[in-house]
T-cell receptor
Framework: DADVTQTPRNRITKTGKRIMLECSQT?????MYWYRQDPGLGLQLIYY???????NKGEISDGYSVSRQAQAKFSLSLESAIPNQTALYFC???????????????FGPGTRLTVL | AQSVAQPEDQVNVAEGNPLTVKCTYS??????LFWYVQYPNRGLQFLLK??????LVKGSYGFEAEFNKSQTSFHLKKPSALVSDSALYFC?????????????FGTGTQLKVEL
């Protein structure tokens, strides 16, 4: 979905490096999410934010941190990358209020991260 | 806690035949159920959802899904498969009340439609 963009699209880094993945959206949604996708495991929620001042841990937050710089921007950081963080990372958004209550989420194209 | 199971890693179907991708769920309250599709090198795209009402839900690209409360299932169906339907399909559930607008996804089912 072009309304949700992620940069970079691909990144190769080395163990111990700090890396930031960025997500921007033009949908005007309050809620934003970070997931990682691993083959055979589906999508796992890392962090989510219901507004600029509200950030919550998901299922697998260890080793990750996030920053909600504005309503439209939500970045994910790996402070010291390790090989088992090699995965496909997705950002998603959803509305708040009545529409968002039902949970439909809109996904970015993903960032493929490789940690050597 | 909410959970979703997709028992088949892969489903193979001949073009023109009906297809079914299976999903079962577990929630404490009422379920909100979703199907998403992922094409290669793309993010997930919303297909359809069940919130309440008619157990048969129609969505994008000719897909539909049937909610069965007694069997806790929400299988995705299409009467006539196309080669272009080949993709990775994810079922997701959100519990109501509670759930915090967080979706729990299944592990995905790879659909292959062949000529």
């Amino acid at each position: 979905d072009a309304d949700v963009t992620q940069t970079p699209r691909n990144r190769i880094t080395k163990t111990g490096k700090r890396i930031m993945l960025e997500c921007s959206q033009t949908k005007g949604h309050d809620r934003m999410y970070w997931y990682r996708q691993d083959p055979g495991l589906g999508l796992q929620l890392i962090y989510y934010s219901f507004d600029v001042k509200d950030i919550n841990k998901g299922e697998i937050s260890d080793g990750y941190s996030v920053s909600r710089q504005a309503q439209a921007k939500f970045s994910l950081s790996l402070e010291s990358a390790i090989p088992n963080q090699t995965a496909l990372y997705f950002c998603a958004t959803s509305e708040s209020g009545t529409s968002g209550f039902f949970g439909e989420q809109f996904f970015g194209p993903g960032t493929r991260l490789t940690v050597l | 806690a909410q959970s979703v199971a997709q028992p088949e890693d892969q489903v193979n179907v001949a073009e023109g035949n009906p297809l079914t991708v299976k999903c079962t769920y577990s929630v404490s309250g009422n379920p909100y159920l979703f199907w998403y599709v992922q094409y290669p090198n793309r993010g997930l795209q919303f297909l359809l959802k069940y919130i309440t009402g008619d157990n048969l839900v129609k969505g994008s690209y000719g897909f539909e899904a049937e909610f069965n409360k007694s069997q806790t299932s929400f299988h995705l169906k299409k009467p006539s498969a196309l080669v272009s339907d080949s993709a990775l399909y994810f079922c997701a559930v959100r519990e109501s009340p509670g759930g915090g607008n967080k979706l729990t996804f299944g592990t995905g089912t790879q659909l292959k439609v062949e000529l």
